[in-house]
């Protein structure tokens, strides 16, 4: 019997064949991380959207607890924080609340840089750790009442500062464009979470009867 011997050739990509693989890696990765960039902003949205449903509820357990009123608009002597909202002190809502909200890490939007990262504990240590304003005129059974939201807002283009801040049908406000580009989401009493875009956000704020709506900046 004869053996047969096979004479295997080992192919060799050429320096032109790695070059133009190369290229054509790059150009798929190109065309690929526009598109993973909307899905990973989108996701985070969504964080934030959950978590703004996530406090409706809460509050609406708290109220319904609460002789039908929120932290804001109840005296100290009754468990609320009324007469303790001024200044800085906008944190203090969620610190009463700290039972229904169960983790702070509700507290933070995912694309709110600022704020990061979340507080670990219902302490003080919340000033500073929240992303979301609290609206001081939102009552139970006004369900159109803005409630709670995005608060990195400015007028004029005038970023705001933590604490008071009052918005009439001529202030011109709207979201700067650190979080959601130029838009941000608002919490209304009924528990839904607008979605708005900074043309829509004053009419937003018109849209609930009053000459003037008071919001706690935190």
Aim: hydrophobic share 40%.
């Amino acid at each position: 019997m004869k053996l047969r011997i096979f004479n295997h050739k080992t192919a060799a990509l050429t320096l032109v064949e790695v070059l133009v693989v190369i290229a054509v890696l790059a150009i798929l990765l190109a065309l690929l991380l526009p598109a993973l960039a909307p899905a990973h902003g989108t996701r985070q949205r969504i964080y934030c959207v959950n978590n703004l449903k996530y406090i409706g509820v809460c509050y609406r357990i708290w109220s319904g607890d609460n002789l039908d009123k929120y932290p804001f608009d109840l005296s100290t002597t009754n468990g609320g924080i009324k007469e303790l909202l001024f200044g800085r002190n906008a944190w203090l809502n969620f610190l009463v609340m700290s039972n229904e909200l169960s983790t702070p890490k509700v507290l933070i939007c995912p694309e709110d840089l600022n704020h990061q990262p979340p507080a670990t504990s219902f302490s003080a240590q919340l000033a500073g750790h929240i992303s979301y304003f609290v609206g001081l005129d939102a009552k139970p059974d006004r369900p159109q009442g803005i409630l709670s939201g995005d608060a990195n807002f400015q007028i004029n283009e005038v970023p705001v500062k933590s604490g008071p801040l009052e918005i009439t049908s001529n202030t011109p406000i709207a979201w700067t464009g650190e979080r959601h580009g130029l838009g941000g989401y608002i919490l209304l009493a009924d528990g839904s979470v607008q979605s708005l875009s900074n043309a829509k956000l004053p009419n937003q704020f018109q849209q609930t009867g009053l000459a003037t709506n008071r919001l706690a900046i935190p």
